[in-house]
């Protein structure tokens, strides 16, 4: 569950799973792609795109563990 | 940085530079760029600035100016404090609590490295520290406590006059982080007792990188930086002659406006609580009954602070979180774990200040509101 965007089904970056963990919290059920989410909160793409950026600057943990995560349930086809 | 509109809501992290204390800097970063120290007469004007400076910050903290030193900050001020509070006696027990800055703490952690018996108070609820917790702790081998005036998370107000004088009973130095008081608050330095104060600028409407450290004549004081004989030989390094003068001028200013101020927040407060309240929004005020106005410290229970901060962010309204995330997990802030807070990892600080209006409290509440109240924002449609 949460390799695909709940909306438009595309496959989810780890950045997607982050961004959505930052704005909906750590115990959302519902992933959603970037572009998605927006949408869903109505606010501009680009800042989301922005704060994804600052996270990583910030050295933010979670992208790691979201690219394994991702990678781990690609393997076993989740 | 984009032109974008913004509503700035974390004046316990820093303020925006008044703009008078912009204007007294500029002279010292432009042609009056003289060295302090230089015996020519243009050396003397900024060595003269400095001096008014130190005179006008002295006078408001009802201090002498040879007992006002500048530093580079609050952090060099809570350093220089507590290692001058421990050098001074042979004395081992160093007091203060675990809801004081890293900066104290630090200091503290080091001093203790240092074969130094470092005590820790429990504070209160609030994050205030109380006057039975430093009685149960106090000795006869006290050296220092160092205590802060207004807890820089929820704006909790400790009673340094007391504790101040409980400390004097077993002949220990006594030093205040009041970091988030000055310019906020009235203080005396002597009425309060007290041997030590620091302070921070840019808390206040002046620069970064400066402030300042009040040391009680009569102190034995130690220099943490070897050099030059400036800071009355406390503290060598050419001073930084714009962001002193800049320094003393916001504080001149915040405490000629500090009733005003206290009105004008007092009732942005109220209105944004009681928007908050006729949203319906679930929330605990904390830091107390004796609190600086101003710093509002807020838990939603069964919330995540980040999500909060990060949503308003992408509204361009800024605040800040008593946690920061750590991977998946959170790492609430020392403050917030010492005073026990359960719902901690769902506290955020809204921080009022000068430029805030009534308009940015509103708007804030109703975005609070509608992230808190959205329960169909974890769903999908």
Redesign the interface.
Known sequence: MGRKC??CEKYLTPEDRVITK?????????FYCTDCLST??D??VT??YL?IEQLKQEG???FE?ERAYLLEAAMYGE | MENKPFIYLDNAATTPIRSEALEAMMPYLSHAFANPSSSHSFGYEAKRAINNARETIAEIIGAEPCEVYFTSGGTEANNTALCIGAAASDKKRIITSSAEHKSVLKTVESLGEKGRDCVYLTPESSAAISIRALEEKLADDTALVSLMQVNNETGALSPIKELCAKAKNVGALFHTDSIQAVGHIPINVKELGIDMLSSSAHKFGGPKGVGFLYIKKGTPVTPLIFGGGQEMGVRAGTENVAAIVGMSRALKIATSNMNEELIHQEKLEKTFLSMLNKEKVAYTLNGGEERRCGIISISFEKENAERIMNRLDLMGIYISTGAACDSRKFEVSHVLRSIGKEKAHGTVRISLGTETTESDVKTAALAISKIVNDNHIHTHN
Not at chain 1, 22 to 30: M, P, S
């Open positions: 709940v909306v930052k704005i909906l919290g750590f115990d959302t059920q519902f869903h909160i606010c501009n800042d989301l704060k933010c943990f979670c563990e």
